[in-house]
């Protein structure tokens, strides 16, 4: 038998003296599976879960935001906008901090072209969508909100993630949502806060991400998931 099967070859183009379906035991000697599998652990996936975990929360919390704008109710606006321009100025200054290239007149000019561009076309964006109905703009949004998390840079190298793509669609919801807004105030606001929870605080976070302990990346992320239920059950009430 073993002089047989030396005598078969693992090829099709010539005729040999066996069954079509004759397979020696030696056939399959070369597979390898799970060559590079790599088993994680419950705490390693918890961990890296963190980073959907707070894109997630953010996406709520931003959402949340737009709907206590749209209430058109003036004392909880002007809570809001003065909420917005803290976390601006907060997150702007922490990231001033964390540049070790740049001048603090850089960054302010910088600051001061984009504010001064985002209240310039207020006015325009408060009536980009007037023709379309709601629920197209509220599918919209769904849509570019999803788009935005499949394509967000979590840390994983897949061909998938695109930095760019997930800012575009991001943004683009919020102008869709923003446009939603009655005055062009918060239609400003909205933008302002867009730039903060998909620019600035995204990249606060990946720098964390980088530099930090699993301990920290779970607080930050428990605090998120806190703060969105806390804002959901404060929305259902109103």
């Known amino acids: 038998m073993k002089s047989v099967e030396k005598g078969w070859q693992k090829v099709l183009y010539k ?20 060559v590079n599998i790599r088993y994680y ?31 058109g109710q003036p004392s909880i606006a002007v809570f809001v906008c003065v909420f917005i321009a803290t976390i601006t100025l907060l997150l702007y200054v922490t990231l001033i901090i964390q540049s070790k290239h740049s001048s603090m007149f850089f960054e302010l000019k910088n600051a001061f072209i984009f504010l001064f561009g985002g209240f310039a076309v207020s006015p325009i964006l408060k009536t980009l969508t007037e023709t379309i109905s709601i629920d ?15 394509s967000y840079d979590y840390g994983a190298k897949a061909a998938i993630v695109s930095t760019s793509l997930s800012l575009n669609a991001a943004i683009f919801g ?18 302002i806060l867009a730039s903060d929870v998909f620019v600035l605080f995204s990249i606060i976070r990946r720098q ?31």
């Open 174 to 191: 919020a102008v869709c949502l923003a446009s939603q807004l009655s005055t062009i105030y918060h239609v400003f606001a909205l933008l």
């Open 41 to 71: 652990s419950y705490r390693e996936i918890i961990v890296k879960c963190t980073a959907v975990t707070q894109e997630i929360c953010s996406i709520i919390l931003f959402i949340v935001v737009f709907m206590l704008l749209k209430m």
């Open 208 to 238: 964390m991400r980088d530099n930090s302990s699993q301990l920290t990346q779970c607080i930050i992320t428990t605090l998120l998931a806190v703060s969105a239920f806390i804002s959901l059950y404060i929305i259902s009430g109103t």
């Open 15 to 34: 005729k040999q003296p066996f069954a079509d379906n004759y397979v020696p035991p030696t056939f399959l000697k070369d597979l390898r599976t799970n």
């Open 136 to 150: 197209t703009i509220y599918t919209m949004v769904t849509l570019t909100m999803l788009l935005h998390l499949v």
